[in-house]
């Protein structure tokens, strides 16, 4: 299940409730520029990074969702100072993962097409430690054109809870058989 924020004494009740709801609680922020901006700025991650937009019900919740259950509840209780915080702690790191995300590609991509055909897909799956169910399903794949865009990737290792969660299994893998565990 998704992560709770701010462990479990939530104050605010607001931590898996839709972004629009939550606009309705902030109430006018016309009286304070910093909060508006907080609340705009929230707003833009979450639509171009909707695996951020915390339902609870994540299978595998994004290390970011915590910061932006938290910038949300600061927004609820009037904390501008906090939420300007965890706002800009979001946006850095989502600028680190997506440069990441961008190499990860980019490496898997052999023949710079700017998307991954099944060869290419087959090998990032064998890569990461799946095995050929998940490749012929072609998952990341949501136009079903048999390609992998690189926003197709994007999307697919947010909602794996990020590049360092998608490459757990890999890191694993590879720890038990430097040790002889594999």
């Given amino acids: 299940m998704g992560q709770q924020c701010c462990g479990s004494g939530n104050p605010t009740g607001f931590s898996g409730a839709s972004h629009e709801e939550m606009l309705k609680q902030f109430g006018d922020l016309s009286d304070d520029a910093a909060m508006a901006a907080v609340v705009a700025s929230l707003a833009q991650i979450t639509e171009e990074h909707p695996y951020l937009k915390p339902m609870g019900t994540e299978p595998m919740p994004h290390q970011l969702l915590y910061w932006v ?11 501008s100072t906090e939420a300007v915080s965890c706002v800009e702690r979001i946006q850095r790191s989502l600028n680190y993962e997506m440069a ?6 980019r490496r898997f991509d052999a023949d710079s097409s700017g998307h991954l055909d099944q060869n290419e897909f087959k090998y990032l799956c064998a890569y990461i430690g799946w095995g050929e169910e998940e490749a012929q399903a072609m998952i990341m794949d949501l ?14 290792v947010g909602h794996m ?22």
């Fill in 69 to 79: 259950r938290r910038c949300r509840e600061c927004i609820i209780i009037r904390n």
């Fill in 100 to 105: 990441q995300i961008k190499d990860a590609f």
């Fill in 143 to 156: 136009d079903q054109d048999q390609k992998v865009s690189y926003e197709e990737f994007q999307l697919f």
């Fill in 161 to 182: 809870g990020g590049l360092q969660a998608l490459f757990e299994n890999r890191r694993k893998r590879v720890a038990n058989k430097n040790w002889g565990i594999w």
